[in-house]
């Protein structure tokens, strides 16, 4: 495995509904992002993390739960969900936040029936 | 805030032609990064190429090259001899340096849809 890796690639789930995004990265990196690309709209960051610590959480609502348990694993968990939640999500990892680049995961598409 | 904008949803070019990807963008910054990034149909959102601020040489990466005007606020994209394989999303980004532990984040553009044709 190389790069930045994203499971599932593809999520249908129901509003009740509990589950969980994985990423990866395999590049060495220190921070690792959550972005929500939704259709028509810039990408939006959603967490941030440096080190394992959240450094960012840019007004998500709760439902959205990041997890981060050493600095090559990032979760994001989802419980009860809006179907406005539908979306791409985005991962992404740099060697550290300060003006480091972003490498991208290839993205899982949700979809929230 | 900064804020990115481009003004191009979508464009088209013929294969081995060149094309050029406008991006503007607003700061009261001095010292950041300027980024351009394709998102083919397979979503993968991958690097172009990446600008600093404090650069005055632009950046070249291949075939793709940019036109950074710091005082204009503008940070174009050229890509020459097109391949049907640049067919993507190109998103322009930005980041501001920081010299904390605090997050840089990206801010992006719209997108502009670039679609090479034969």
């Known amino acids: 495995e190389t790069g930045v890796t994203q499971t599932p690639r593809h999520l249908v789930m129901g509003m009740t509904n509990k589950k969980s995004l994985k990423c990866e990265q395999h590049?060495?990196?220190?921070?690792m992002y959550w972005y929500k690309q939704s259709a028509k709209k810039p990408l939006e960051l959603m967490f941030v993390?440096?080190?394992?610590?959240?450094?960012e959480n840019n007004s998500v609502p709760s439902r959205f739960s990041p997890e981060c348990p050493n600095s090559s694993h990032l979760f994001l968990h989802l419980h009860t969900l809006q179907p406005e939640d539908s979306a791409l999500y985005l991962c992404?990892?740099?060697?550290?936040?300060?003006?480091?680049?972003?490498?991208f995961g290839p993205g899982t598409r949700l979809l929230v029936l | 805030a900064q804020t990115v904008t481009q003004s191009q949803p979508e464009m088209s070019v013929q294969e081995a032609e060149t094309v050029t990807l406008s991006c503007t963008y607003d700061?009261?910054?001095?010292?950041?990064?300027l980024f351009w990034y394709k998102q083919p149909p397979s979503r993968q959102m991958i690097l172009v190429i990446r600008?600093?601020?404090?650069?005055?040489q632009n950046a070249t990466e291949n075939r793709f090259s940019v036109n950074f005007q710091k005082a204009a606020k503008s940070f174009s994209l050229k890509i020459s001899d097109s391949q049907l394989g640049d067919t993507a999303m190109y998103f322009c980004?930005?980041?501001?340096?920081?010299?904390?532990?605090?997050?840089?984040?990206?801010?992006f553009g719209t997108g502009t849809r670039l679609q090479v044709t034969l």
């Open positions: 992404a990892s740099s060697q550290g936040p300060l003006g480091g680049t972003q490498y």
């Open positions: 980004a930005f980041m501001k340096h920081v010299n904390t532990g605090t997050a840089s984040k990206l801010t």
């Open positions: 993390y440096n080190f394992k610590e959240q450094t």
């Open positions: 700061t009261s910054e001095s010292n950041y990064y």
């Open positions: 590049l060495g990196h220190n921070a």
């Open positions: 600008q600093e601020a404090y650069k005055q």
